[in-house]
């Protein structure tokens, strides 16, 4: 069973102290047993790092309308009942299930804030600079904000494809971005720059090599990439191949759009 010790001497062998700026995406089931649960985590990286920030995404606000802009990755008119099943957003509203447990604990820690977008809001403690950065035209600017000031993203049993700093890279790399809409109580809202899908994102691993910290903490691996390198050299890749980090999966409307969206040589 992991103890909070092993995870402080985790962070410490991966050169993470009080002067580190971080973006955490975890899994806690991939941990395996810690004891105190996810609050076990969330303590060991606040009491080590000066900014922590999670993402805590609500889809479960998002609204397909029946008309919209073209090539936009969305079946107009076809989610009637998923949009019965729609929340209205709230700034208390729990994130996702699928951002985990260790993300929804942050977001409950008394000292942390949240930024206000009703799809693509972060969780932060010591980071209202960053999350002040977070408009409705660039979602992801916290990122840049950590990337600013030599931040790293940590990944805790946890593997690029949920690794939001690359889709922020997309959007710097110029990349085609979406429309989507939020059910708000002011209303439906439409949220542009929408990112793009991250199933492919884990080709990017062997062009990180020299970059990223690893170590063993109980049966996972834990990462920690310094963010600035991971935008350099993923904003590079997309600049030489447009189609780099797409995904293969068959009817991946996004990744089929930002395709159609490039001219290739
Ligand atoms: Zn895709």
Not at 222 to 237: N, Q
Request: hydrophobic content about 40%.
């Amino acid at each position: 069973m992991l103890s909070y010790r092993d995870f402080i001497n985790a962070f410490r062998d991966l050169d993470l102290g009080s002067h580190s700026q971080v973006i955490v995406h975890a899994s806690f089931t991939a941990l395996g047993e810690v004891a105190g649960g996810a609050e076990t985590v969330v303590g060991s990286l606040l009491s080590t790092c000066g900014t922590v920030i999670m993402p805590t995404f609500t889809y479960r606000t998002m609204i397909t309308p029946p008309v919209g802009p073209p090539d936009n990755a969305i079946e107009y008119g076809s989610a009637d009942e998923e949009n019965l099943m729609a929340e209205f957003y709230h700034h208390d509203m729990p994130a996702d299930p699928a951002m985990g447990i260790v993300a929804e604990t942050l977001r409950q820690y008394p000292e942390a804030i949240r930024s206000v977008h009703p799809i693509l809001s972060f969780t932060g403690v010591n980071a209202q600079e960053a999350l002040q950065m977070q408009t409705f035209e660039e979602p992801l600017a916290p990122i840049g904000w950590l990337a600013e000031y030599d931040g790293d993203v940590l990944l805790l049993g946890v593997d690029h494809t949920v690794n939001t700093s690359l889709n922020y890279a997309e959007r710097q790399a110029g990349r085609k971005q979406f429309l989507r809409w939020a059910l708000t109580p002011r209303g439906v809202v439409a949220c542009p720059v929408y990112p793009g899908c991250a199933d492919g994102f884990q080709l990017i691993v062997p062009r990180l090599d020299g970059v990223t910290r690893r170590v063993m903490l109980g049966q996972s691996m834990v990462e920690a990439i310094p963010l600035r390198d991971l935008i350099h050299i993923a904003v590079s890749w997309m600049h030489e191949d447009p189609r780099a980090l797409l995904c293969d999966r068959p009817g991946c409307e996004r990744c089929a759009a930002i395709r159609a969206s490039v001219r290739v040589p």
